[in-house]
């Protein structure tokens, strides 16, 4: 039974996941990750600080050891839009490079939109239908068109949880005022950046729609059996941003199901899906705890 790791470095989170190929089947050992904020401050300064460096240096050795206890053959790590768009991206990939030995391939937009699309397929099973599939980051917003297997289309835009709470959200807790100037914002930004607005099925995937579900069954351990599939109604979308809009930062970690490390980005997060949900005009949206590290596994491993 051989092992692999993959490690998925954003904007706001490094998501690790250590899985076994046995016989063309794969077997999920570890799936987790950390909200080390690679991209804090990238709004203003175009660059990565030297804080979120160390932070993100410290958070990616920590992973690389729990690989090395558990025998792990290969480890493929990708970055996102946080590494595509810092102008200083470079002193952090050669850093990783240098002190761990880790080297990480900075992958296009459109190629994280196919490999998300790609792990998401198992959640519908087989349809003809038109699929829309959705990912929500730190600093950007993917869209996958589909219909069935086939993917039509796919793009990338830069708008994620991360950018809007710096730019908008300067309350706490957010007044009415500071939230609406945002949504208006995000409407306005997706019906400028997107011409297709039509879709069957609305599926949502990331960490902001998975904290979002949590939250919604109100877990306190997270259980990712009982999110995968689960479906998400705009009056639950809705009422979670009432929630979170009411509450300061430090209150909302206290939130069952929320990641303390989330509490300041998620009323951002939960109204980028809100305006998606108007955009398409549908009143629910199906919640994938699949993503990209999911689709890459089956892209180099299992495809074959």
Do not use: W
């Not at 792990?72 to 470079?90: F, H, P, W, Y």
């Not at 939130?255 to 998606?276: M, N, T, W």
């Amino acid at each position: 039974m051989k092992k692999y790791a993959i490690l998925d470095i954003g904007t706001n989170s490094i998501k690790f996941f250590l899985f076994s190929i046995e016989n063309g089947k794969s077997t999920a050992i570890i799936d987790t990750n950390n909200i080390s904020r690679l991209g804090e401050g990238l709004l203003k300064t175009g660059i990565i600080s030297n804080e979120a460096m160390d932070r993100n240096l410290i958070a990616l050795s920590e992973f690389m050891e729990i690989a090395k206890e558990k025998n792990v053959q290969e480890i493929t790590a990708v970055g996102t839009m946080c590494l595509r768009t810092a102008k200083n991206s470079d002193v952090f990939l050669q850093k990783v490079e240098e002190k761990l030995g880790l080297k990480i391939k900075v992958i296009p937009g459109e190629e994280e939109a196919r490999l998300s699309y790609l792990s998401v397929l198992s959640t519908i099973g087989n349809t003809d239908k038109e699929v829309v599939v959705f990912d929500t980051g730190g600093g950007s917003t993917e869209f996958i068109f589909g219909k069935g297997t086939s993917l039509n289309n796919r793009i990338s835009l830069n708008l994620g949880a991360v950018h809007p709470t710096e730019e908008f959200l300067l309350s706490d807790p957010v007044t009415e005022d500071e939230l609406k100037k945002m949504q208006d914002y995000m409407i306005r930004f997706f019906k400028e950046n997107i011409t297709k607005t039509t879709a069957d099925y609305l599926i949502g995937i990331g960490g902001t729609v998975t904290s979002m579900g949590a939250v919604m069954h109100k877990m306190v351990k997270y259980d990712p059996s009982l999110i995968q599939g689960s479906i998400m109604s705009l009056s639950e979308v809705k009422n979670q941003i009432k929630l979170y809009q009411r509450k300061t930062i430090e209150e909302r970690k206290s939130i069952p199901g929320l990641q303390p490390k989330r509490a300041d980005v998620i009323l951002s997060g939960a109204s980028i899906i809100e305006s998606i949900m108007k955009i398409f005009q549908i009143k629910s949206f199906i919640i994938s705890d699949r993503g990209l590290r999911h689709g890459l596994m089956f892209d180099k491993y299992l495809k074959n």
